[in-house]
């Protein structure tokens, strides 16, 4: 994932910004020089994802402050267990608390998520692929956390990657045109990729040269039939109305990936909690 340490610092830098503006004013009631020792439990079970970013908060008001992990990310958590001590300026920890801990929160919860859809789909040779329907101003974080929960990156912007879609081909006049126009001006080592409504305009990628197909809602019948008719000559990928209890019957289609826009925009925060002592 390209420059993600510049991201961890922008998304910081304005969760922060967004929140202290002109100043912190609670934080004033505490003596600049007074000290703290604070720590984060975790009240869910979950798999924790985003620590660098909770840092990333806490140095950005006071770099000498100490932050000691007992857990990383990846790591299966369970209701009341210690993430973290943290050591350093009160007025800074409290400030950064907030900012911190949404970061981590909806990271965690991101990458929780994602553990739960490529746990339902266990022993079968299919990958669970993002979207880039995410959170504004997440796009890098969330897809790492998608890394994080076990699943796979899709492309991280329009810049990286072709998917053409229903207008695109309404706009190029055909399949064939399109394809045959993305595949001339593709730079090396872009992926390019077709979605597709039905077996006729699956004929009509197949026959493009098309070999990365997206199924956009077929039904479990029509995957499964596709999945045969395709037999390996392009990667098919299903997408579109997919929920967790129906996910294993799509898997066990033969796609070769599933992509679902629910693993980085339906996410409830897991909760979290920072304590002084």
Not at 7 to 33: H, K, M, V, Y
Not at 65 to 74: H, P, T
Not at 112 to 132: C, E, F, H, L
């Amino acid at each position: 994932m390209p420059n993600l340490a510049y991201f961890i610092q922008q998304n910081a830098i304005n969760s922060l910004t967004e929140d202290i503006a002109s100043g912190d004013l609670t934080a004033q009631l505490i003596p600049e020089e007074a000290m703290s020792h604070a720590q984060v439990i975790t009240r869910q079970s979950g798999v924790l994802c985003g620590t660098a970013w909770f840092d990333a908060c806490f140095m950005a008001l006071d770099p000498e402050c100490r932050i000691s992990w007992q857990a990383k990310d990846g790591d299966a958590i369970t209701p009341g267990q210690k993430l973290c001590e943290i050591e350093g300026r009160a007025r800074a920890l409290l400030t950064a608390e907030r900012s911190a801990l949404n970061l981590l929160q909806t990271l965690s919860a991101t990458a929780s998520n994602t553990r739960r859809y490529v746990q339902a789909v266990a022993g079968i040779d299919v990958k669970i692929m993002d979207t880039r329907k995410t959170l504004p101003g997440l796009r890098h974080a969330q897809k790492y956390a998608v890394l994080t929960g076990g699943g796979y990156n899709q492309r991280a912007g329009l810049y990286d990657g072709i998917l053409i879609k229903e207008n695109h081909i309404a706009a190029a006049g055909s399949i064939a045109a399109v394809l045959e126009q993305a595949h001339r001006l593709a730079p090396a080592g872009v992926s390019v990729q077709i979605e597709v409504e039905n077996m006729m305009q699956l004929d009509e990628a197949l026959s493009s040269g098309a070999k990365l197909i997206l199924l956009d809602n077929f039904d479990i019948e029509a995957l499964r039939f596709a999945v045969q008719h395709t037999a390996g000559r392009a990667e098919l990928e299903a997408s579109g109305g997919i929920t967790l209890s129906g996910l294993r019957e799509i898997a066990e289609t033969g796609v070769d990936r599933i992509s679902i826009g629910a693993l980085t925009k339906d996410v409830e925060a897991l909760d979290l909690s920072m304590r002084i002592m």
